[in-house]
């Protein structure tokens, strides 16, 4: 079976720009969480989704949104980007939540300038 | 302020020491989850300890759970190289988010 795949895997982007980052989940997946890593504040939760519908969300300004597509796939947009949006971008899949096992795909990394 | 404090941040020790990895938290959790990631590579899964004083074992790791589910921690016996890697714990909470500690980044040296 097919892991979680991202793409791109990695980003140069400049401040003020926007950018959309994909992720297809494992088939049969329901549920796609994304977190933001970075070194200084680690892997913080961005939002979930599932269903198309998004149930969770993390302490993140609005400049981050994501959706949902029918077959699982999701993309997360951040807008206006700012240095400090430097960071891995993961997402993980599931069945049907986070108490699940979680798998993770290997990030996109991007860097803003 | 992380909710899940992890300790130590970083463990350099040689191949065949033991060592064990600390998941504290003042808040209460229905589950932790223990992870592993390599660089380039996104965290691996290795266990999910649910039930208050559960202790799980995986080849030469053992992970237990805190009596109160609050805290959790990870010991490696006879560290081995390919034990290297970042160790993250995760916390779930109600409403199916998942906090993560700051992780403890583990070199085993030959």
């Known amino acids: 079976k097919a892991g979680v795949t991202q793409t791109p895997r990695y980003l140069i982007k400049t401040r003020g720009q926007q950018v959309t980052l994909s992720c297809s989940p494992i088939?049969?997946?329901?549920?796609v969480s994304w977190y933001q890593q970075t070194p200084g504040q680690g892997l913080q939760f961005l939002f979930e989704y599932f269903s198309e519908t998004q149930r969770n969300k993390g302490n993140f300004p609005g400049r981050f949104s994501g959706r949902q597509f029918s077959n699982s796939r999701s993309e997360m947009n951040v807008s206006t980007l700012e240095l400090g949006d430097s960071a891995l971008y993961l997402c993980?899949?599931?069945?049907?939540?986070?108490?699940?096992?979680?798998?993770f795909g290997p990030g996109t990394r991007l860097l803003v300038l | 302020t992380q909710l899940l404090e992890q300790s130590p941040q970083f463990l350099s020790i040689q191949e065949g020491e033991n060592l064990t990895v600390y998941c504290n938290s003042s808040s209460v959790f229905s589950s932790l989850q223990w992870y592993r990631q390599e660089p380039g590579e996104g965290p691996v899964l290795l266990v999910t300890?649910?039930?208050?004083?559960e202790v799980k074992k995986l080849k030469r790791l053992t992970f237990q759970f805190g009596d109160a589910r609050k805290d959790s921690s990870l010991h490696i016996t006879a560290a081995q190289p390919g034990d290297t890697g970042l160790y993250l714990c995760a916390g779930e909470r109600a409403g199916n988010m998942l906090t993560f500690g700051g992780g403890t980044r583990l070199m085993v040296k030959p």
């Open positions: 300890v649910v039930t208050g004083g």
């Open positions: 088939s049969g997946h329901r549920s």
């Open positions: 993980a899949s599931s069945l049907w939540g986070v108490q699940e096992t979680q798998y």
